[in-house]
């Protein structure tokens, strides 16, 4: 992903298309944005970076008319604007590719592509030109898609997929790109910077959010730091390493990201899983789990990995063969593994793993709620105490407790489901892409975490596309190639290349 040098270059002293000067908001009494100024040129990549909460969704949302700014000012060719919201935005070129996925899930791929702007045949629609549209824009981001395909049997990255297809048929100047390859294989995330680098050199400027720092520098003509709400840094991505940007997003030297921990001596076999099948997903999986492990699960996107595990906890049917700590079970349902001690953090924390319209005691407590009865009452008192003591475990950082979860930023987000999980007091935790969408300040942290519980003598199973965390937490990694466990690594050979081997299927060792 090495940019050429033959890329055009924006005109350093050419009138930006958008600058922003001053620009603020306060939600409530807290202040989440403060005098940012901002502008970006035709042809040019802007990245901006910073932790969770640090600002830069708000900003993106303001300069695409989904908020309105407390105050300052945004001028597009040097006239002032304000937009009524993000149609008015588009009508002056300016595009948001949202963090959050924004489809309907009950209709299909070229459905959602095209929502709101059919293409029409005489008096009908033209379903037979939106689908072969559908098709080359999803194929464009490097996907093959069936575009009759109903959205909500999609998964995550998929949908990411189909919603950038469905902002960049909206005719732009400006693309606004919001963590768009969080959720992105490696070879989904290559197609889709090929894509902004096509966007870039026909003049488009791009504002890229992303919190994948080498990603940053490959591709980023300029990058802007924010931290708490404040612009700290705005410099060439060329006088940058990433180990740069990283210090200044969090104000501190993160040049360790993993913790020390001696690979764990498996005295004790906690979780043995024999020839499981998931129909439809994952077939014959058997592996086990030690006290005090970390069993990563890499493989490509579609691989079975999740489906594998929601299979195991009771969240999808399933058969074979399941042992705790000796003791055959089958688990009907969620409630059941719970019950049993097997905790399940889901990769959907916003979707499946909270509820983000409710408030973070009831989002701690939920699953646990019989602790906290008295009689015929929740004793509130200890649901508060039970907050504050997650607050300060987990480094769970908001300016006031009476907050709803939604608001919270994604790292604190993640941290609240691991403390909600973890009021259960599990002998078996599962977490599914524990970092996605998370800075790397916060992902230090929650691999601190994960490095405590198996401590603790807890014993952890990560599901991750990211093989850099996987080789620098577990203890050993399984992969998983079309639903099936094809190899283990361990010891030297935890590294990228094997991974990827087995996960592809082009590794020399594998048997065929």
């Known amino acids: 992903m090495s940019m050429d040098a033959s890329d055009p270059q924006p005109l350093p002293n050419s009138q930006p298309l958008l600058q922003a000067s001053g620009l603020s908001k306060t939600f409530g009494i807290v202040e989440v944005l403060k005098d940012i100024d901002l502008s970006v040129r035709a042809g040019e990549v802007h990245a901006i970076i910073g932790e969770n909460g640090a600002g830069k969704s708000t900003l993106m949302k303001i300069l695409a008319g989904n908020h309105q700014p407390t105050r300052g000012e945004m001028m597009i060719d040097g006239q002032k604007v304000s937009f009524s919201g993000p149609v008015d935005a588009e009508h002056h070129g300016i595009v948001l590719v949202h963090q959050e996925i924004l489809l309907a899930p009950d209709l299909t791929v070229a459905q959602n592509i095209f929502l709101g702007r059919e293409l029409g045949r005489g008096l009908t629609m033209d379903d037979r030109a939106m689908r072969e549209a559908a098709v080359k824009a999803v194929r464009d981001l490097g996907a093959d898609l069936d575009p009759d395909t109903i959205v909500s049997r999609l998964s995550i990255a998929q949908r990411q997929l189909v919603q950038i297809a469905r902002v960049l048929l909206v005719p732009h100047r400006i693309v606004i790109f919001d963590e768009p390859t969080a959720s992105l294989t490696p070879h989904e995330t290559d197609a ?18 992303s919190h994948r720092l080498p990603e940053v520098k490959e591709i980023a003509d300029r990058v802007t730091v924010l931290r708490d709400g404040r612009l700290v840094a705005s410099q060439n991505a060329s006088d940058l390493q990433p180990s740069d940007m990283a210090r200044l997003m969090v104000g501190r030297d ?14 004790e076999t906690v979780l043995e899983v024999e020839g499981l099948d998931v129909p439809g997903y994952a077939q014959g999986a058997s592996f086990r789990l030690g006290k005090g492990e970390i069993l990563g699960f890499a493989g490509l996107i579609g691989a079975g990995r999740t489906e594998l595990m929601e299979g195991l906890v009771g969240l999808r049917p399933s058969r074979g063969a399941v042992r705790l700590n000796g003791q ?47 009689g015929l ?42 403390a909600k999980m973890m009021l259960l007091d599990p002998q078996v935790v599962i977490i599914d892409e524990p970092t996605r969408g998370i800075d790397i300040g916060n992902k230090q942290q929650i691999y601190t975490f994960i490095a405590r519980l198996a401590e603790e003598g807890r014993s952890i199973i990560v599901v991750s596309s990211e093989m850099p965390e ?34 592809t299927g082009i590794s020399a060792g594998e048997a065929a």
Do not use: W
Not at 339 to 357: M, T
Not at 476 to 486: C, D, H, K, Q, T
């Open 192 to 209: 889709l910077i090929k894509v902004i680098r096509d966007i870039r050199a026909r003049g488009v400027g791009v504002l890229y959010i």
């Open 254 to 267: 993160v040049a360790k990201l993993y913790p020390d921990r001696q690979s764990a001596e498996i005295r």
């Open 328 to 374: 055959a079970v089958r688990f009907s349902d969620v409630h059941a593994s719970l019950k049993a001690g097997v905790a399940y953090l889901s990769e959907d924390r916003k979707g499946k793993g909270l509820l983000l319209s409710k408030d973070l005691t009831v989002n701690l407590t939920l699953a646990s709620l019989g602790k906290f009865v008295r």
């Open 377 to 418: 009452q929740i004793d509130r008192k200890r649901e508060r105490e039970a907050l504050d003591r997650a607050i300060q475990d987990f480094d769970i950082r908001t300016g006031t407790k009476e907050i709803l979860a939604g608001q919270l930023s994604g790292g604190n987000q993640q941290k609240l489901l691991i």
């Open 470 to 503: 996987l080789i620098g937490i577990c203890d050993r990694i399984l992969v998983m190639r079309s639903g099936r466990i094809v190899g283990e690594v361990t010891g030297e050979r935890m590294n990228e290349n094997e991974i990827v081997g087995l996960a």
